[in-house]
């Protein structure tokens, strides 16, 4: 398997300004065993004449139409047709470096199955990045140049949705794109770790992402906080909940309270701790609120923390030091 067929997935919606360069950066790739199956999304514009108009110049380009609605059916038709050996996925609007298939490829066939090869990410605007995506570029790419990824997986999706490849038949064991679960790209980040699959260290930028006003992460409702709060607690629970520890919520913000609504209705016992000196000694959901202290008094304690702000977050990682708690093991941060 010397020069495995790679499937590159590629959803597209309205964004024919941007996929000519999107295209041309996968015909340039060093690596030239590849496939790309682009889907319609709905488009109104004149993205689909775009494509297929390259579909007719390559034939690894090949343009489908989604059946259904929204992203993850346009995954799943697209993987319903993928050959390769090893599936990736791209987004429209963004721009792969030349190399990025020929590293993604070689990562993956030098540490095999039940690996996740990833790529550092790099973000582009013509109005400017904004300090919030930064700071996410520069956390993501830390992970990924040690491949400790899902130390902090309850923080953010860990793994940028387009800049992954595996093996198509690890993709088959986590369930594919089958869930009907958004944010997709995080649910699928999930399941990788839920199956043990590594992610390889990377210490090159392999995929331009870009940012606008209009993108789909930014304006989408599946996209939203609720959504990623709600998904993490499930994981969470269905991953790493420990039911011999003490389960503890930190926080009574509003992913604090999400979380804490679906802890009631599973009916998995909880404390719940806050540093709000007006909210602390009152009840919320018919839980009272406690104060930092109150985790002294627990033995066998395993914290979620929802709380936002930095400062906050700070102190309470030194009070878990000073009581020689492990993160992962004894703590997770949702934020």
């Not at 398997?1 to 590629?10: K, N, Q, T």
């Not at 300090?131 to 902090?152: A, C, D």
């Not at 839980?287 to 700070?314: C, G, H, W």
Request: charged share 25%.
């Amino acid at each position: 398997m010397s020069h495995p067929l790679v499937s590159v997935l590629i959803p597209f919606k309205n964004t024919e300004s941007f996929l000519p360069e999107c295209i041309q950066s996968i015909i340039n790739q060093t690596y030239k065993h590849w496939e790309a199956l682009i889907v319609d999304d709905g488009s109104t514009d004149k993205s689909f004449k775009v494509v297929e108009q390259y579909a007719k110049k390559d034939e690894r380009i090949k343009l489908l139409r989604n059946n259904g609605e929204g992203i993850i059916q346009a995954l799943q038709l697209a993987f319903k047709y993928a050959k390769g050996t090893f599936i990736t996925r791209m987004d429209s609007d963004d721009i792969m470096p030349n190399n990025k298939l020929e590293v993604l490829t070689k990562l993956l066939m030098e540490y095999g199955q039940k690996h996740v090869a990833v790529g550092q990410v790099k973000y582009f605007s013509k109005n400017g990045v904004g300090p919030g995506y930064k700071s996410y570029e520069k956390w993501l790419n830390n992970l990924v140049q040690t491949g400790s990824n899902y130390t902090e997986i309850y923080k953010e999706c860990v793994i940028p949705s387009p800049c992954w490849m595996v093996y198509k038949s690890d993709l088959i064991a986590c369930d594919a794109f089958n869930p009907d679960i958004y944010p997709e790209d995080y649910d699928l980040t999930f399941r990788f770790y839920k199956h043990g699959y590594k992610c390889i260290p990377c210490n090159q930028i392999l995929h331009y992402w870009r940012d606008y006003s209009t993108r789909t992460s930014r304006t989408h409702i599946h996209y939203a906080y609720n959504h990623f709060t709600t998904l993490k607690t499930k994981h969470f629970i269905d991953i790493d909940y420990n039911v011999n520890k003490t389960l503890v919520v930190w926080g009574a913000g509003n992913k604090g309270k999400i979380a804490a609504k679906i802890f009631l209705k599973r009916g998995i016992p909880f404390e719940w701790i806050c540093n709000n000196p007006n909210k602390i000694g009152k009840s919320i959901y018919g839980k009272p609120m406690q104060p930092f202290d109150k985790l002294k008094q627990i033995k066998n304690s395993q914290s979620i923390i929802t709380v936002a702000n930095k400062k906050a977050q700070k102190e309470i990682r030194q009070y878990f030091n000073e009581l020689g708690l492990k993160p992962v093991k004894d703590y997770v941060f949702f934020c």
